[in-house]
């Protein structure tokens, strides 16, 4: 059993700065990708960031220059700083990984249960 348990959401005031965290858990052989999604209300769930074993990052045109992902691979644990925060970055945020939990099981996608971030004045 994988779980992926993500904190650091919250209300902050438009400019401002939050840094989320989210740790993997359980039956882990090997972790591939990790990554950011998030879920604005009345929109369709979207990528924010991720992150490859070796390094390689991929972000949403909407984030670049703002958000900065990084992982810990030791701890199985993925961050997302996020800076100069706008109303429109708020959301639920989920963390994803794909995760081989076994040598003799396929990797799938787990998703955490996500934290709220709210941008407002």
């Known amino acids: 059993q994988v779980q992926l348990v993500e904190s650091g959401g919250g209300l902050v005031q438009p400019g401002g700065s939050l840094r989320l965290s989210c740790a993997a858990s359980?039956?882990?052989?090997?972790?591939?990708?990790m990554g950011w999604y998030r879920q604005a209300p009345g929109k369709q769930r979207e990528l924010v960031a991720d992150?490859?074993?070796?390094?390689?990052?991929n972000y949403a045109d909407s984030v670049k220059g703002r958000f900065t992902i990084s992982r810990d691979n030791a701890k199985n644990t993925v961050y997302l700083q996020m800076n100069s925060l706008k109303p429109e970055d708020t959301a639920v945020y989920y963390c994803?990984?794909?995760?081989?939990?076994?040598?003799?099981?396929?990797?799938?996608?787990?998703w955490g249960k996500g934290t709220l971030v709210t941008v407002s004045s």
């Open positions: 994803n990984a794909f995760i081989q939990p076994t040598p003799t099981t396929y990797g799938m996608d787990y």
């Open positions: 359980g039956s882990i052989f090997i972790t591939f990708r």
């Open positions: 992150m490859a074993t070796g390094g390689s990052t």
